[in-house]
């Protein structure tokens, strides 16, 4: 089972630096970069529903399933 983080692409399409999300959500830019790298082990609603807010994007726009067979 594999979760790919799109975060960069949604970051592309709004024109917006990964600096300034982190500033908007409230997190460090080195938890943000562990998150776009897909190697954060979870992420709190609270976090995912702050970067949904700031980028003007659903869930699904940032996370997708890909299975690994």
Do not use: H, W, Y
Not at 36 to 63: H, M, N, V, Y
């Amino acid at each position: 089972m594999a979760i790919i983080v799109n975060l960069d692409v949604m970051l592309a399409k709004r024109k917006m630096q990964s600096k300034e999300l982190a500033e908007i959500v409230g997190i460090t830019l080195a938890n943000l970069s562990i998150l776009k790298t897909g190697k954060a082990k979870a992420i709190r609603f609270s976090t995912l529903e702050a970067i949904c807010q700031a980028l003007d994007c659903q869930p699904g726009d940032i996370l997708a399933f890909e299975n690994e067979e």
